[in-house]
Structures are given as C-alpha cells and as structure tokens.
C-alpha cells in the first residue's frame, strides 16, 4: 500500500515537471505557431482552432517528445499533420478573404476582422495589402503538401532537411514540392499582378 | 548539362541545398542561358516575395485558448488517477483495477472533447507558481482580466 502511494507520489512529481516544462514552451512558441497555422489556414478562426488541437495534441504526447530535436520542429510536424488530417476530412478548408465581413462567434457582428498588426517595421510596408492577399491566395491555391513545403521554407526557414524530418519525407520530395509550389505560386501571382515580376522590380 | 536538368534544381539552386560542384556548374549555365536565367529570376523573385510576408500576431486569446485545454486535461488526469490510486487500494483486486482503469481511461479521454465546465475538486496543483509565465494568465488573485474575448473556460477552475 505505501509503495503505491510513493509510486503515485512520484508520477505527480514527474508530471508537475514535464507540465512545468511544457507550460514554458507554449508560452514561448505559441506565437510563431499561430503564425504557422494561420499562413496554413489563411484565416484566423481555422488558424486559433488548429493551434489549439495541436498544442492540445502535443500535450498528450509530450513524453515521446525527443529532446535532440528543437520544439517547434516537433510541434510543426504535430501541426502540419492534423492540418492535413483536417484538411482531407473537410474536402477543403474554406477560406475567409480578409476583406471580408467577419461575425464573430462572440456576437461582434459588423466589425471587419481585426488584422493583425502586418507592418511591424516600414522595411516590411513595401508589400502593399493588396499584394500580400494575392501572395496568400496564391499559397491557398497549392495543394497541402506543396503548401507545408512552401510555407515551411520560405516562411519559416528550416532547411530541406529539417522539412523532412518534419513531414517524414525524403530530402528529393521535399525538394521537388517545394520546386513545384513555387512554380505555381509564381504562377498564380502572375496572372493577377504581372508588374510584381517586371524587370524594374527584381533587384 | 541540359536546361530541362537545370530548371529541376533551380529553387535547389536558390536555397544553397545543393552540392558545392553542383551549385557552380548550375552558376555556370545561368551565365549562358537566357530562358534559364528568366526562370531563375522568377523563381527568386517569388521566394523574396515570401520572405516578405510578415508574421501575424495572435489575438490574446490564443494564449489561453491553448492553456485551458491542456489545463482541463491536465485536471480531469488527477482526478481519475486520484480516484484510480483509492479503487486500486480498496479492492486490490488486479482484473478489476485493469478493467476499471480501461474504463475510467476511456471516460477521461471522451471528457476532454466535452466542453461543459469542470466540477471535480482537485487539490492545488503546483503549477500555479508566480515563477511559471502561465500562472500570471491563470492566478486567481492576479489582477482581473477585462479582456472580453476570453472563454469563459477560466471560470470553470477550480478556486485555489
């Protein structure tokens, strides 16, 4: 009897721990994970959604977490998978414009979605918001898996290798989608705003 | 080295993923080539156009959004497992313990897609400590949040 309860004593240590720990890491990555979803999703509602099914995923298999990986490659595979999951479930995601009328779930009906704050420093102001919601219709347009791809090394910076190890694919499928999701990208940009890619423009 | 190979590698090319000899004799060819040197300066204008796009900010809600369901996990598990540790003591039958353990995994597992608030008394846990970032957010004698858009899945704590 006593060994149980020291047995049960130490679990609640362990997991007080773990929790502690855990606690921690959501609090430091939980902005750079909705920034993730969101580029995924495209709206905020699916995005603060699958942020929270992952962190709450996650959560449940934090003692599988390996820690010679970095948290967020974890997190993002977590993520990019119920994503996916999602997704397919769904047929397809829908997708709010960002000009659009949001009504809220908590009655504030009327208010157009309120935009993050997308112009932290002036440099950034360059990419007017008429282009950028063409670049994140473009990226709507791709399918999942070129848009992970995408996402993952333009957006985020992880090399070929890291979005690999992510979505558990080979360096040459890696290489491959992202190729094609830009190749498509590029394409879809084009038709609605050839002047981003005029020659004056490149450098 | 033909255009087709070349055009295949071209965003290889512009990550630096490929191998040193490979990257100078990709570097060689766009010097020659114009169609290939085009669709090299497409390609990177596309990437530097997502590398602009800046990184969005959550609402604050987020924040506890994803605490308040790991919290109300993390409250339902010590609650079973407290009542588990009692059954197991009480009967110390192991057929039984497994068969109600089964049970009351189940029932843990079903409650956390519930969204109904949570009754059960639990013990103080530990993490609401001041040095954990999170405790701020879910101390009840922090300062009172005014924040509207909170859910109301704070209320459903336990009072410490």
Redesign the interface.
Known sequence: METAMTHTAVAQSMDDRLQREFDELVYRHYQQAYNLAYRLTGNAADAEDLVQEAFLRAYRFFDRYDRSMPFMNWFSRILTNLYIDEYRRRGRLRTVSIDEVYSGEDGEEGTTMDLPDTAPNPLERALSNEYLHAIQEGLQHLSPEFRIAVILADLEGYSYEEIAEITKTSIGTVRSRIHRGRKQLRDQIKKRHPNLFERGDLK | MNCRYVQ?????YL?F?LSGDEQQLIRSHLEACIECSCEY???????Q???????????I???S???C??VR??LWR?AL?GAF?GI??ACGSMPLGFALAAAILFWGRAA?TETSPITTASPT???FTPS???SQLLLPNSPPCTD??LPTCLDALPTL
């Open positions: 295949s590698r071209l965003s290889a990550d993923e300066e497409s390609l990177r204008r596309t990437k156009l997502l590398r602009q796009i800046p990184t969005v900010k959550p609402r809600r987020v924040l959004r994803c605490c369901a790991c996990r993390r010590r497992r540790g197991r003591r956390d846990p530990s993490y954990n970032p999170l509207p858009t």
